[in-house]
């Protein structure tokens, strides 16, 4: 079962998801549900769509300035 958080913009409109499996992976979404990235709990990495290290650690959030330049 995916745990879903939904992420806001300042001003309250939708830009994306995060879906949590009960391992503490995560699965980055944006507002069209395309997955931007993913977060490895077992590695400590976070990835973007490409497969690419972004950051040591759980920086989802970071995938969405990501995308939105």
Known sequence: MLK???IKDWTGK???YIETDYKGNKIVR???RKVIGRYDKRHDVTRDFYGRS???GDQCSL???L???
């Open 63 to 65: 995938l969405f300035n």
């Open 4 to 6: 879903q958080e939904v």
């Open 54 to 56: 972004v950051a040591k």
């Open 30 to 32: 944006d507002f069209y």
């Open 67 to 69: 995308i939105r330049r």
């Open 14 to 16: 939708i830009i994306g």
